[in-house]
């Protein structure tokens, strides 16, 4: 029954999907144009929430408890962050990407750049998504995680290539109804299945996992920080902003993605303490979501399965769609590639759609190669490398000095601190210079001093 319920939601999905294609009339509507409200909030929670926030934070649940929830909280305060001082600001710029905004204040060269470096973020973080959706085959369907990988992960790339932002958008709606609904359905059905309910949750687990600093603050710190710069500059979560029919939208559905990310976490990181109170010898956190899942009942099982499937499918999508928009917009019709195309629009949507798809096998196959790695941990790498780009873009609004050519050595110097800081803790098991001195600091530290020391030097050239 549960199998049934999951696939029949799967395909409903994807059918809803292909008929969104009748919807895409030009590039525009590919990349979202005009949209309300509900669109607008339904594709941005659903980019922050996703699998991450499911079976990764359920994942820090089972291991730390109830602190596996900053995660989500770190970003429903980077959308406040968002909404409060920039969503007016980026809409009323009127370009489909972040890096275009980048563009507009530093450069064409460093809004190349930035572009380079926040496809190849976007297809790491695309990647997340698809590893849930492996442990999700692998805990409900019992096949290989690999295989489960390929045939669901093709199923959302197929919908998002062919539809763009309005089969997102769509089916988004759909997947944030079943994801809240099916969420609270697991918590009530869960500590009701534990005699005792909540008290016996907190007699069996130890004092720390009720604790909101039990996962330690020195990465409850960093996940804010990411996140809190980070939310500015993500293209995935920014598109349906930029697509807004106006700046009240912009602003007001920014609000609202703030709140409706950043209480779920809770949730999750709940479900995950009960898995370690009825499943105590998982020999994988990350089984623990779907675990807990399996044991209800095959009905309610099924429909919470479905929420999950829902908060899977409801992040890869706009992150798949977002790298065909910065890549067409930003690099190729910028570049001598596609200058002289602009005008042939037709062109212009098989480009965007070329290389969604491209971008979405890219995320499929790194998922395959690290599908044994903490989501989690995953996503602040990427995280980290986009909370850097957001000081540069700071820069160049605030600072007329900034340096276009500073601006891009810091970009892509940030991006290999970042990957060796990852390097030598994977290879030594702490951080260098100091054990909580994380990526996300050595990169915004990185982008800050290369950016400020670089301009000056050019200032002081130029004025020689």
């Known amino acids: 029954m549960q199998i049934l319920i999951v696939l029949a939601y799967l395909i409903l999905t994807i059918v809803i999907g292909l ?10 509507t590919f990349d979202g144009v005009g949209l309300g409200t509900l669109m607008c909030v339904c594709v941005g929670a659903g980019e922050w929430i996703g699998g991450t926030a499911t079976t990764g934070i359920s994942e820090y649940g089972y291991e730390y408890g109830i602190s596996g929830a900053w995660y989500t909280i770190a970003n429903g305060i980077g959308m406040f962050f968002l909404a409060l001082f920039f969503a007016k600001l980026y809409r009323s710029m009127k370009t489909p990407t972040v890096t275009g905004i980048l563009g507009k204040y530093i450069g064409n060269r460093a809004r190349i750049v930035a572009s380079v470096l926040s496809i190849f973020l976007t297809i790491v973080l695309g990647s997340i998504p698809i590893i849930a959706i492996g442990t999700i085959g692998e805990t409900l369907f019992h096949i290989n995680a690999a295989v489960s990988i390929l045939i669901m992960g093709a199923g959302v790339l197929l919908y998002t290539v062919f539809g763009g932002m309005m089969a997102v958008g ?23 299945g534990i005699d005792g309910g909540f008290s016996t949750l907190k007699d069996t687990l130890p004092a720390s996992y009720f604790s909101l600093t039990g996962i330690g603050m ?19 979560g920014l598109q349906p902003i930029l697509a807004s029919k106006d700046i009240k939208t912009a602003v007001r559905s920014s609000y609202i993605i703030a709140i ?97 798809l491209i971008a979405g096998i890219t995320s499929i196959v790194l998922a395959l190669i690290y599908y044994r790695q903490k989501a989690l941990d995953i996503a602040y790498f990427a995280y980290s490398i986009r909370a850097s780009l957001f000081v540069v873009l700071l820069l160049g609004i605030y600072w007329r000095k900034t340096s276009q050519k500073a601006a891009n050595i810091a970009m892509l110097s940030t991006g290999l601190v970042g990957l060796f800081w990852i390097i030598y803790k994977n290879v030594v098991g702490q951080y260098p210079i100091h054990p909580n001195f994380s990526e ?18 050019a200032y002081k050239r130029k004025n020689k």
């Open 19 to 28: 008929y969104s294609k009748k919807k895409i009339k030009s590039s525009k």
């Open 170 to 192: 769509y089916t988004n709606i759909m997947h944030m109804v079943v994801l809240y609904s099916g969420i609270i359905l697991a918590v009530i059905l869960c500590l009701g």
């Open 218 to 236: 020195p990465k409850i710190s960093s996940w804010v920080v990411a996140s809190l710069l980070g939310a500015c500059v993500s293209q995935a």
């Open 260 to 356: 409706i990310v950043g209480v779920f976490g809770f949730m999750t990181a709940i479900l995950g303490m009960i898995a370690k109170v009825q499943f105590p010898g998982l020999a994988d956190a990350k089984l623990a979501l779907p675990t807990l899942m399996m044991s209800l009942n095959p009905i309610s099982g099924g429909l919470v399965m479905a929420a999950i499937i829902a908060a899977v499918l409801s992040t890869a999508s706009p992150i798949f769609l977002a790298c065909g928009t910065l890549f067409t917009r930003d690099i190729y019709l910028e570049t001598k590639l596609g200058r002289d195309r602009k005008d042939d629009d037709a062109h212009v949507l098989k480009v965007s759609r070329y290389v969604t």
């Open 440 to 457: 996300t600091y050595a990169a915004i530290l990185t982008s800050l001093i290369v950016t400020v020391v670089g301009s000056i030097i």
